[in-house]
Nanobody, 124 residues
Framework: QVQLDESGGGLVQAGGSLRLSCVASGRTFSRNAMGWFRQAAGKEREFVAAISWSGASTSYADSVKGRFTVSRDNAKNTVSLQMNSLKPEDTAVYYC?????????????????WGQGTQVTVSQ
């Protein structure tokens, strides 16, 4: 059974940092691009960041460029999202996802596997 487990969410003040992690089990994703999406209350799930299978190529939503960094450790089947300079508008449930593609993808429909999500709340 393939499973993606996110962790690292929580409550943080504006300007603070959090690091999200996603561990994959049930199969290896070392040849697959991975992504992070988020969904705020009452809004559609949106793309945040993605990373290629090797880690050499990344893609970010304009709203997080320069503040968030996606990385991966294929030996540990793990992908991470370092979030700095957090803003209240970053408040959302953050989801880890895996695609069958090898390069970063930004569309939800291109991802086959999803985690359950982890809540990130940024206070004023």
């Amino acid at each position: 059974q393939v499973q993606l487990d996110e962790s690292g969410g929580g409550l943080v003040q504006a300007g603070g940092s959090l690091r999200l992690s996603c561990v994959a089990s049930g199969r290896t994703f070392s040849r697959n691009a991975m992504g992070w999406f988020r969904q705020a209350a009452g809004k559609e799930r949106e793309f945040v960041a993605a990373i290629s299978w090797s880690g050499a190529s990344t893609s970010y939503a304009d709203s997080v460029k320069g503040r968030f960094t996606v990385s991966r450790d294929n030996a540990k089947n793990t992908v991470s999202l370092q979030m700095n300079s957090l803003k209240p508008e970053d408040t959302a449930v953050y989801y880890c996802a895996a695609t069958s593609r090898s390069l970063p993808r930004t569309e939800r429909y291109e991802y086959n596997y999803w985690g359950q999500g982890t809540q990130v709340t940024v206070s004023q």
